[in-house]
């Protein structure tokens, strides 16, 4: 009986150490300060906690950037220039880039991790669609209603 | 206590019990990681790193916690915590102060927590009554082995793109053919050392 109760506690002691070593870990290791995102050269610009992703900093910042997957990395249309503190290219955004694309500084927002201050130009959004429009590389059921007063904009 | 010397066991669990080519161990990882000779070399890398840092860290779980307590029964699942949370904690370590070295490795460190070699190490460890030294020693040669075999087969792949495999062969049949020779003359070398 004794040496159930001793497996027991012993497991469950392993087991609290190595999560309560790992959790500490992560608050010390994970931890990336705050890093200033740097906007089309310092037109725009905010200061966010780093280890998001650069497109869900963008958006919440009312930056937005099309990205009908949402960021998975599936869509490759979050396509910004990162001209500064991006880290490297991941396989994952090879797929979705041209070797221009690579050679100009072009990464998927969504897959660009915050670790460091970062420097991004991001295209105008009517560019974008102007761009899909002329090369056909739009979804050809999805429609768009924009506000004329407002920013906002809404899929249908 | 085993008698056996320490850089003995390493030159042995390098060449002649090697732990993928005598027990057969993380072949899994072995057949998915060896078509180049780059990715094999990152992968048998960081084997060979967290190979050492687990025999190290289970010896000391074994012989410092579990007899003592007359707990030995718990090893096999206690051992394979420790190497997952040590693995968990290598990433997140690299990832923040390597980001070239988690580009090169970062893949591979998910594929180790379910290595069994790592685990078959570990085991081995306890079964033959190694010290701490012996341990270490033993964690770094099989890593070493490890690296090696995945290095010979990747070398072996990348040339037999060029080869004209029979049909019924092509794909995995013929890596386990060739796996099965390389096997054979690592026995080879079986005569030079003797290891328990």
Redesign the interface.
Known sequence: MTIILLAVCVTTGLFLALSAALLVAERRLVNYGVCQVTVNGGEQGFAIEGGCNLLSALSENNITIPASCGGKGMCGYCKVRVTAGGGELLPTELPFLTRRDIATGIRLACQVKIRQDIHVSVPDFLDVVAEMVRTGTFDKHAQWRFSIKGEEHESV | MNPTPSLVILVASILTNNILLASFLGMCSFLACSTKIETSIGLGVAVTFVMVCTTGLNYL?YHY??VP???E??HF??FI??IA?FV??VE??V??FS??LY?ALG?FLPLITVNCAILGAALFMVMRHYNFLQSLAYGLGSGLGFLLALVLMAGLREKMGYANVPVPLRGTAVIMLITGVIAMTFMGFAGMITMQ
């Open positions: 779980l916690i579990l307590l007359e707990l029964f718990l699942i206690l915590a420790v949370a968990q904690f997140m370590f990832e923040r980001p070239k580009h893949i």
